[in-house]
């Protein structure tokens, strides 16, 4: 049964995330996006490509005047500008111009890639991001946020580019690993804890279906809700702050701390366990503040486990980490800014964490 979800600009409608079972209403949504007539340029890597591009290419040939794709090695270290370079030079021999579109077929990497791309083409062209990992789902497409890596350090050029739609096939996750697949509740988590208490409380009571990843019918009428439920709380906080200049920080709980271990360990470790370890350290300091209890703290701690994802590591020092934290772009006049806990599913963002603190949080992680 098919969802609709509409993000909005300013009051306005911007556009529809449309969460469905599978591609068949994916040639209406771009005849409703008005393609007919121009160039779709379809984006995706090695692992993805094989799965779903030919049934996308006979989708996007029923409604285009000319469809094309570009495929690249998958993962992190294919997130750069070199990348993005050989796509501007498909897209210039392929004499794209501002009206044709991209489609980003894939999980973040490639819903970053080729948003940014499309940000900078031409000063800007259409994409629509067709997500086909959890993390990407409940995060990277929505929002309008794109970027490449830049010599090891995550995401530090972008832009903020809103796409023309996003489509979720559900179906899809089924075809990823357990590791890709149990990475995506790292932000699913986090979504709750920052946001929402009854969302997380239905995280907890569901938790045990949500990891069978066993591919049957009631999973994925779960997945619906838990990936519905993330991109609300997530559509809130884009519609309120647009271009992060507030409140959209909040999406960054985890993250300071998890982005620095995710450098660090040469991207071997998938973002949302990385964002998982960060969220370990920012929940420890929450209660070492005092402002979640023990309790409340292992309860996280337990279901971050529950859901496969790690809440310990081993091979990193905590100077090492806070270090290359403050590279991170999320520094604020010099000081790293973090977002806590104030009480579960309330966040705050503050500049006033020490590195003592921190120090003593990633005891509770580095092990």
């Not at 029923?62 to 992190?76: D, L, N, R």
């Not at 370079?85 to 890639?113: C, N, P, S, T, W």
């Not at 104030?342 to 921190?358: P, Q, Y």
């Amino acid at each position: 049964m098919s969802r609709q979800i509409t993000i909005h600009y300013e009051g306005n409608p911007l556009y529809n995330i449309r969460l469905e079972d599978n591609y068949h209403a994916l040639e209406e949504m771009l005849e409703e996006i008005g393609i007919s007539g121009h160039r779709i340029g379809i984006v995706s890597d090695s692992h993805v490509a094989p799965h779903y591009l030919a049934e996308i290419q006979e989708i996007a040939q029923k409604v285009a005047a000319e469809v094309i794709s570009f495929i690249f090695p998958a993962g992190e270290q294919s997130k750069n500008l070199d990348t993005v370079a050989d796509l501007y030079e498909k897209l210039i021999q392929a004499h794209f111009d501002r009206k044709d579109i991209l489609l980003a077929l894939g999980g973040g990497v490639v819903g970053d890639l080729t948003g940014y791309a499309a940000s900078t083409y031409l000063r800007g062209i259409r994409v629509i991001q067709l997500p086909t990992s959890l993390l990407a789902m409940v995060d990277s497409s929505i929002g309008g946020k794109t970027g490449v890596d830049f010599r090891g350090y995550k995401n530090m050029i972008g832009a903020f580019h809103q796409p023309s739609a996003v489509y979720m096939n559900l179906s899809a996750l089924f075809t990823l690993t357990d590791r890709e697949y149990y990475s995506g509740f790292g932000e699913i988590v986090k979504h709750g804890l920052i946001r929402d208490l009854s969302y997380y409380d239905y995280l907890q009571k569901h938790r045990d279906v949500a990891a069978r990843h066993n591919k049957d019918r009631e999973e994925l009428m779960l997945l619906k809700e838990i990936v519905a439920g993330s991109c609300q709380i997530k559509r809130e906080v884009v519609e309120n702050d647009p271009k992060e200049k507030g409140e959209r920080a909040l999406l960054n709980f985890g993250h300071t701390l998890g982005h620095a271990i995710e450098k660090l360990m040469d991207f071997s470790l998938l973002h949302g366990e990385c964002v998982s370890l960060g969220m370990v350290a920012a929940c420890a300091l929450s209660k070492n503040r005092g402002w979640i209890t023990q309790k409340e703290y292992e309860g996280i701690r337990e279901i971050l486990q529950a859901l496969q994802l790690p809440v310990e590591l081993k091979g990193l020092d905590a100077r090492q980490i806070i270090e290359v934290s403050k590279s991170d772009k999320k520094m604020d006049a010099g000081q790293i800014r973090f977002v806590l806990l104030k009480k579960l599913g309330e966040a705050v963002i503050t500049t006033d964490v020490s590195e003592r603190e921190m120090e003593e949080a990633l005891q509770e992680v580095l092990v």
